[in-house]
Structures are given as structure tokens and as C-alpha cells.
T-cell receptor, first 113, second 114 residues
Framework: GEQVEQRPPHLSVREGDSAVITCTYT??????FFWYKQEPGASLQLLMK?????EINEGQGFTVLLNKKDKRLSLNLTAAHPGDSAAYFC????????????FGKGTHLHVLP | DMKVTQMPRYLIKRMGENVLLECGQD?????MYWYRQDPGLGLQLIYI???????SEGDIPKGYRVSRKKREHFSLILDSAKTNQTSVYFC?????????????FGPGTRLLVL
């Protein structure tokens, strides 16, 4: 079945620097991709949902890149600020797993002032 | 305001006691989920419910059971809790079981089994 590997597990950057979190997946039939943000002590909130047809997806202060050839999904936070400090989870939904998404193990991002 | 609620938010139980975790959603979502979250392991799916009385095991169902008698409520039951069930439990819901549906998460229940 689908496997999702997320890297790095921990990431520290200085305020204003960029931060990149990457997920690789195995199922070539993966069609939907999600990034969730979890602030300390809080629940998961959807950051962005990405469809397989779009390679570059821009949000507020971040960009999600999808490389289907390499089966890689990345979250790029540009000019990180302390409010970005949180855990980030990718999730992948494949054709063979219609009823569930597979989550990465998460990345704990710490933005130093 | 779309919302998933969980009760209780914090719970301490002794080994062998029964535990009931409740989840509610006000979005008329068909599908509901129970996950547990442990450091370094991310989210692990315990059970999924497609609708009332239509439940399926997830990846780690052992030691848990669920009940869904109304579409808006989904309960997780631990019969005779074990210390290794200490964790943070999240409930989530999605509109249908379609693969593109976003999951909406509740605030979590922090369970400590002594």
C-alpha cells in the first residue's frame, strides 16, 4: 500500500529564512495531497489541498510544489516568522485507498526570532 | 461555523478501567475517523465510520471499539484500558468517503492511563 515519508522530523530556522518540508510517496495513483498545520497543544488545521494536475500551488507565505515524476511533495515557507512554529503534516490520498489518507509522521518547525 | 467537538479534553484513568471518548460534528458529514497521535509516529488511524452503524477497522484497531448510532456522533471505547493506550486521540470528519475530501479535526483528547 501507499507509504509516505516526511523529512525532516525537526527543523529550526531563523525568522526571515525559508523552510522546506518534503514528503515522498510510493503510489503513482496518488491524486490528492494535503498539508496540515498543528500549533502546539492544538488540533490539525488544513493549510492547503493540492490536486495532482497542479504542480505549483501558492498560499499566504508558502508554496506547495508537486513533482509527480519523483513522487515528491514539498511545502516551502518563505520568510518564516515565529507564528509559523508548529508541526506540519502531509497527507496523501491514492486511488487504491479511496476511504483514507496516509499521513506523514510530521515535521516540527521552530522559527527562532 | 463548521465544528468537530470532542469530550472530554483531558482524562486520567487507571489500568483496567473503561474509557469512553465522544466526538460530535455539526456538518452532517458522512465519514468520521478516530486517530491517535504519539510522538514520532504521527497520526495512526484506529477506526473509520462511513455512516451510522457502518464502521471499519483502521490500521491499529486492537484494544478499541467504536459506536456510531447517529450521523453526528462517533464514540471510541476502550474496554479495560492499558498503559500503552496513553495518547492524544483525535476525531475527524469528512463530507463523504471520497479521496479528495478534506478532513476536519477536533481539538483532541489527552488520555493518561496509569
Amino acid at each position: 500500500g501507499e507509504q509516505v515519508e516526511q523529512r525532516p522530523p525537526h527543523l529550526s530556522v531563523r525568522e526571515g529564512d525559508s523552510a522546506v518540508i518534503t514528503c515522498t510517496y510510493t503510489d503513482p495513483n496518488s491524486y490528492y495531497f494535503f498539508w496540515y498545520k498543528q500549533e502546539p497543544g492544538a488540533s490539525l488545521q488544513l493549510l492547503m489541498k493540492v490536486f495532482s494536475s497542479t504542480e505549483i500551488n501558492e498560499g499566504q507565505g508558502f508554496t506547495v510544489l508537486l513533482n509527480k515524476k519523483d513522487k515528491r511533495l514539498s511545502l516551502n515557507l518563505t520568510a518564516a516568522h515565529p507564528g509559523d512554529s508548529a508541526a506540519y503534516f502531509c497527507a496523501v490520498s491514492a486511488d487504491t485507498n479511496a476511504y483514507k489518507v496516509i499521513f506523514g509522521k510530521g515535521t516540527h518547525l521552530h522559527v527562532l526570532p | 461555523d463548521m465544528k468537530v467537538t470532542q469530550m472530554p479534553r483531558y482524562l486520567i484513568k487507571r489500568m483496567g478501567e473503561n474509557v469512553l471518548l465522544e466526538c460530535g460534528q455539526d456538518m452532517s458529514h458522512e465519514t468520521m475517523y478516530w486517530y491517535r497521535q504519539d510522538p514520532g509516529l504521527g497520526l495512526q488511524l484506529i477506526y473509520i465510520s462511513y455512516d451510522v452503524d457502518s464502521n471499519s477497522e483502521g490500521d491499529i484497531p486492537k484494544g478499541y471499539r467504536v459506536s456510531r448510532k447517529k450521523r453526528e456522533h462517533f464514540s471510541l471505547i476502550l474496554d479495560s484500558a492499558k498503559t500503552n493506550q496513553t495518547s492524544v486521540y483525535f476525531c475527524a470528519s469528512s463530507l463523504r468517503q471520497a479521496r479528495q475530501d478534506t478532513q476536519y479535526f477536533g481539538p483532541g483528547t489527552r488520555l493518561l492511563v496509569l
